[in-house]
């Protein structure tokens, strides 16, 4: 059974520190890796999207990394915002059925002033 | 959230009650979907529809039915035969279910009671 696993279920982080989110799946065959920002009560909006191919992905002050191999990924969150404060999913598509999505449980991210 | 709306927003209803969510979007997509979300889990999903008048069962769609008469709405109907209802539900679309990103509603928080 493909399985996205992420970690930690949840961290909390003062207004302007960094933070790292990851991600490990089992997904084959891969297609690609999205990272989405959901807020509490409100659908995911995507964040990054990865192919096999890529190794860094930036979006402002969001840099997301795969490693292919190792079949692993994680989120960088930079300076950090009071905006911040949401729960990050790691999603992967599987190489041959683009819509099926496997879904992690989200890391939940609190930050605080 | 794009252009996707789901209504209500939040929904009660008693045990042994069907219930219908609406989804409706206005991004011209061919391609729909509905998820369920619970906490500590990932996203899972219930049913999809890559065309009008077209739809396939998901990983969990035992106590569920939906419908796709027009390319806008894909309207999802809890039954009184789903063990579990009380969720958030998120409806997404995308271009065409391959290869292609799916943007998500707001959801709708169903309690049952």
């Known amino acids: 059974k493909n399985q996205v696993e992420q970690s930690p279920q949840s961290l909390i982080i003062l207004e302007g520190k960094n933070c790292t989110l990851q991600?490990?799946?089992?997904?084959?065959?891969?297609?690609?890796l999205r990272w989405y920002k959901q807020d509490t009560g409100r659908g995911p909006v995507s964040l990054t999207i990865?192919?096999?191919?890529?190794n860094t992905k930036s979006n402002g002050r969001y840099t997301a990394t795969l490693d292919a191999d190792t079949k692993q990924s994680s989120l960088h969150i930079t300076a950090s915002q009071l905006s911040d404060s949401a729960s990050y999913i790691c999603?992967?598509?599987?190489?041959?059925?683009?819509?099926?999505?496997?879904f992690g449980a989200g890391t939940t991210v609190t930050v605080r002033a | 959230d794009g252009g996707i709306t789901q209504s209500p927003k939040y929904l009660f209803r008693k045990e042994g009650q069907n219930v219908t969510l609406s989804c409706e979007q206005n991004?011209?997509?061919?391609?729909m979907y509905w998820y369920r979300q619970d906490p500590g889990q990932g996203l899972r999903l219930i049913y999809y529809?890559?065309?009008?008048?077209?739809?396939q069962k998901g990983d969990i769609a035992e106590g569920y039915s939906v419908s796709r008469e027009k390319k806008e709405s894909f309207p999802l109907t809890v039954t009184s035969a789903q063990k579990n209802p009380t969720a958030f539900y998120l409806c997404?679309?995308?271009?065409?279910?391959?290869?292609?990103?799916?943007?998500f509603g707001p959801g709708t928080r169903l309690t049952v009671t």
């Open positions: 997404a679309s995308s271009i065409r279910t391959s290869g292609n990103e799916q943007y």
């Open positions: 529809s890559q065309i009008v008048n077209d739809f």
């Open positions: 991004l011209n997509h061919d391609a």
């Open positions: 999603v992967v598509s599987e190489g041959t059925n683009d819509y099926k999505l496997s």
């Open positions: 990865m192919t096999f191919s890529e």
């Open positions: 991600c490990n799946y089992t997904v084959s065959p891969f297609s690609n």
